[in-house]
């Protein structure tokens, strides 16, 4: 029972450099999100999908895109990565807006 | 006024003690508040959450005390353990707009020494 998985746990990038951070999730869940935590800013929404085939901005998208591939599957691409992107980056899965978030266990992103 | 404001940033408490985190907010559309604990290499996970129709719910050690005319709430760890050693995130959801995304505090860090 994995739950929600993430890849990769590290990366280290250049800046201008582009990644992709993938995240799948075996619950059946309807939404996904994609987070980044910084130290002394708590967790902060980059992009959801509420739903297969639905995406739309949080609290802090520039410079961040998405793909929702299907309903496992939730993909975060950063495409010329900058040191302000250096963070954390969680996903987290959900039934719906009465149901609790489980998170993966995150990537953690230099970007140099 | 979608804040969710979490104090302290940090607090060391002695094993046995009380450890207690206090969580404000502004908007009176939130109607549900979850409490997230994470461990070091971990991503969060639910501890405990309440609805402002309750005053109090208690798991095992772990209590959230809901005021709901001073629109805060807290998180009380009682007989604390080094086992409770974590960041803890308050947070909150609005059933108006927002697709019901959760906005979290910046969170608190706990040690709770032997």
């Known amino acids: 029972n994995a739950g929600v998985t993430q890849t990769p746990k590290f990366q280290v990038l250049k800046t201008g450099q582009s990644m992709t951070l993938q995240c799948a999730q075996d619950?059946?869940?309807?939404?996904m999100y994609w987070y980044r935590q910084d130290p002394g800013m708590g967790l902060r929404l980059i992009y959801y999908s509420a739903s297969e085939g639905t995406t739309d901005k949080g609290e802090v998208p520039n410079g961040y895109n998405v793909s929702r591939l299907n309903k496992r599957e939730f993909s975060l691409r950063l495409e010329s990565a900058a040191p302000s992107q250096t963070s954390v980056y969680f996903c987290a899965s959900t039934w719906g807006v009465n149901s609790p978030l489980h998170f993966g266990n995150g990537t953690r992103l230099t970007v140099t | 006024q979608q804040q969710v404001k979490q104090s302290p940033q940090s607090l060391i408490v002695q094993k046995g003690g009380i450890s207690i985190i206090n969580c404000a907010y502004e908007?009176?559309?939130?109607?549900?508040f979850p409490w997230y604990q994470q461990f070091p290499g971990k991503g969060p996970a639910l501890l405990i959450a309440?609805?402002?129709?309750?005053s109090e719910k208690k798991e095992g050690r772990f209590t959230i005390s809901f005021n709901k005319s001073a629109k805060q709430f807290s998180l009380h760890i009682m007989d604390s353990q080094p086992g409770d050693s974590a960041t803890y995130f308050c947070a909150a959801r609005s059933a108006v707009g927002s697709q019901g995304n959760l906005i979290f505090g910046k969170g608190t860090k706990l040690s709770v020494k032997p």
């Open positions: 309440i609805r402002p129709d309750v």
């Open positions: 619950m059946n869940h309807n939404s």
């Open positions: 908007n009176t559309a939130f109607d549900y």
